[in-house]
């Protein structure tokens, strides 16, 4: 039996292209069901993460509505079921809070002021530094321009006396040229008078006269031609010798007056970067000055707290009542044995409190050997409640009669402040430890009620008005110290 080659390899060849067919088929399989997998995938988070911010959603809304039933809740609660304490101590808590938050505010304000200060000083300084720089630079490049400059003239000066000797030189090339001219003029005259005076004695015939007399002539005319040529050729060289120089005194000048230039330029260049320097040093100053002030304020700050702490201990320890703020200002709680209205007497249950809470914030102060010795006044200030005979004072009004009822607040403020520094200094019932210390560092003073109150919560009515702020919470008495850091 025959073997059918053609038949087997035509065989082989349509499995081998089965083969690929089925494999792409294969692979298109493959990376179909790889993309619907990704398509799904990525469908499913789309959708899980709608659902999370629609379930973000719901709880923001819940808290929501769960903060407003709350407000509701704390407002009919307030209103109608809590006791006039409860109320009292509500307001306090705010107060306390607001006070607090006021005086880390202005705290920060503070030392933010200072390091805003700082910085743009820093960016001033900076600049000028800069300025500063660029005139240096342009002061040593002025410089190395003039010193290229003076070498430019140094050889442009050269240059020039070398031409002038030049000229020197062709000018004298002319007279020498000139002199011979004149000397083969006076030879020919010589010549020609011989010949005739020889014609004229009969030594030669008129033949032989005209003859040399025309061969000297003619050797003259070649000689004067050739030093005419010689002359014409040295005038030229003159002439460019002369524009040459002409050329060269112009640079020259264009020269200096660039070098003139440059050296206006450069005394300009070091009389501002004197100007400069000198601002800088003065701005040097300031930022040292603002350095020291941040680090004061900061200082005085780090030391207001330490001291806040003290008074703190000390107070709780002896049972105080009282608002202790974060710079060490403290209001003294005599709670409800308070200022009555319109007087400025102390009563003897304030008189107790007054007996514990001096000489403990007196040992908490003079004890502290940070600040000891940077005291510079204690004031025990006064307020008064904004009310007048019954009625609540606007601070806005200019009329006559609300005027006078906030002078006469502000006296009935000063009068309470006295009482408790003249009960303090001046009763033998009180004797305590750095007493006659402080004594020369207190002073008395009155603010105004409106530094007791959130000025967003200041209603229109006197009813409204202490029923949120407790009026009662004026009649009170702050101790403040102040320090100099610097010191």
Not at 221 to 235: G, M
Request: charged share 35%; with cysteine.
């Amino acid at each position: 039996m025959p073997f059918n080659y053609h038949k087997k390899h035509q065989d082989d060849q349509g499995h081998f292209w089965a083969s690929y067919s089925d494999l792409l088929l294969g692979m298109g399989v493959v990376f179909l069901l790889l993309y619907v997998t990704a398509s799904l995938t990525a469908g499913t988070s789309g959708i899980q993460a709608h659902l999370e911010n629609q379930k973000l959603a719901r709880e923001i809304t819940d808290l929501r509505n769960q903060l407003k039933m709350y407000e509701s809740v704390r407002d009919n609660y307030l209103n109608e079921q809590a006791t006039p304490d409860e109320k009292e101590l509500y307001i306090e808590l705010l107060d306390k809070l607001t006070l607090l938050e006021e005086e880390t505010k202005q705290g920060a304000e503070r030392l933010k002021k200072a390091m805003h200060e700082q910085h743009k000083k820093q960016k001033a300084l900076n600049k000028y530094q800069q300025l500063v720089r660029n005139l240096i630079n342009a002061n040593t490049f002025a410089k190395t321009q003039i010193a290229k400059r003076e070498k430019v003239i140094e050889s442009q000066d050269q240059e020039i006396e070398e031409q002038k000797s030049k000229i020197e030189g062709l000018h004298a090339q002319l007279e020498e040229n000139q002199r011979e001219k004149e000397a083969v003029m006076r030879q020919l005259r010589n010549q020609a008078q011989k010949l005739r005076q020889a014609y004229e004695q009969n030594q030669i015939t008129e033949a032989q006269y005209q003859k040399r007399l025309a061969e000297l002539k003619k050797q003259n005319a070649d000689q004067l031609a050739k030093l005419e040529a010689n002359a014409n050729n040295l005038r030229g060289q003159l002439a460019q010798a002369e524009k040459t120089l002409d050329d060269l005194n112009k640079e020259l000048i264009a020269t200096k007056q660039i070098a003139k230039g440059l050296g206006d330029e450069l005394s300009r260049t070091r009389s501002e970067l004197g100007e400069k320097e000198s601002k800088i040093a003065d701005l040097k100053g300031k930022l040292g000055d603002a350095e020291k002030n941040v680090q004061r304020l900061q200082a005085e700050l780090n030391a207001r707290k330490k001291v806040a702490e003290d008074i703190k201990k000390a107070f709780a320890k002896k049972g105080i009542k009282a608002e202790v703020l974060g710079n060490g200002d403290v209001i003294i709680d005599f709670g409800e044995h308070h200022f009555d209205n319109d007087s400025a007497r102390l009563k003897e249950e304030m008189k107790a409190i007054v007996r514990k809470a001096i000489p403990a914030y007196a040992q908490s102060l003079f004890t502290n050997k940070e600040i000891t010795d940077k005291i510079t006044s204690i004031e025990i200030v006064g307020f008064a409640s904004p009310t007048y005979k019954g009625k609540f004072i606007d601070p806005n009004s200019s009329l006559k009669k609300d005027k006078e009822a906030l002078a006469y607040n502000m006296d009935l403020s000063y009068r309470r402040a006295k009482s408790i520094y003249e009960y303090t200094f001046h009763n033998e019932d009180i004797k305590f430890p750095y007493q006659e210390k402080m004594l020369p560092l207190v002073k008395v003073s009155a603010r105004s009620f409106l530094e007791m109150f959130d000025e967003k919560r200041r209603p229109s009515n006197f009813e409204e008005y202490c029923r949120k702020n407790d009026c009662n919470k004026a009649r009170r008495v702050m101790i403040r110290f102040n320090i100099d850091t610097t010191k």
